[in-house]
């Protein structure tokens, strides 16, 4: 079955910019059928919507994010990626990659998440 | 766009049904059938429990369903175990420059 991973380095200074990858396992990226996404959840708190792509390279981000936030798409790879700059410690939390319908939108399969923490 | 409100949490004994609201507006529940639902538990990824306002995936209990009254979303959880200890959260599609919102979150506490 399709599964997703995130990787990246769990430890980024403040003002750098973070990078993680989300390797699509069990099917393909180009399928058309979904948008991938990227979701945050800091420490005991809610889940926030980054942004997402689809086969096309199309690109939705949220308002709040926009200015620092890249995702692209790497389908040779099957993988997807993301770029947030101008980091601070808000920016501490579990970050997720997600694949929604595009049809719909509900977010069907989740990678495990990985914790990437903003200090100095 | 801002998140859906949900109780901060809700607790109920084994074998009683709990229900979860979820409240946002026309712009979002109120104005698409989009709404999802995601169980958590702890250290964990979310898990999608609904979708469509009263959809299940394959695999997933039908102790868990979903409803919609107006701009107010629900997830009621019947026969009570101690795993639907988690925390829950719902999703919106909004059809604005952020197509998805999350709820506030809620924690079900099994008594």
């Known amino acids: 079955q399709v599964q997703l991973q995130e990787s990246g380095p769990g430890l980024v200074k403040p003002s750098q910019t973070l990078s993680l990858t989300c390797l699509v396992s069990?099917?393909?990226?180009?399928?058309?059928?979904?948008?991938w996404s990227w979701i945050r959840q800091p420490a005991g708190k809610g889940l926030e919507y980054i942004g997402r792509?689809?086969?096309?390279?199309?690109?939705n981000y949220n308002p709040s994010l926009k200015s620092r936030v890249t995702i692209s798409l790497d389908t040779s790879k099957n993988q997807f990626s993301l770029k947030l700059g101008s980091l601070t410690a808000a920016d501490t939390g579990v970050y997720y990659c997600a694949r929604s319908p595009i049809y719909s939108g509900e977010f069907d399969l989740w990678g495990q998440g990985t914790l990437v923490t903003v200090s100095s | 766009q801002s998140a859906l409100t949900q109780p901060a949490s809700v607790s109920g004994s084994p074998g009683q049904s709990i229900s979860i609201s979820c409240t946002g507006s026309?712009?979002?529940?109120?104005?698409?059938?989009?709404v999802s639902w995601y169980q958590q538990h702890p250290g964990k990824a979310p898990k999608l429990l609904i979708y469509?306002?009263?959809k299940r995936p394959s695999g997933v209990s039908d102790r868990f369903s979903g409803s919609t009254s107006g701009n107010t979303a629900s997830l009621t959880i019947s026969g009570l175990q101690a795993g639907d200890e988690a925390d829950y959260f719902c999703s919106s599609y909004t059809g604005s420059s952020t197509p998805q919102v999350f709820g506030t979150g809620t924690k079900v506490t099994v008594l």
């Open positions: 469509d306002v009263t």
């Open positions: 069990g099917g393909s990226i180009s399928s058309g059928h979904y948008y």
């Open positions: 026309n712009s979002d529940v109120g104005g698409y059938i989009y």
């Open positions: 792509i689809y086969t096309s390279g199309s690109t």
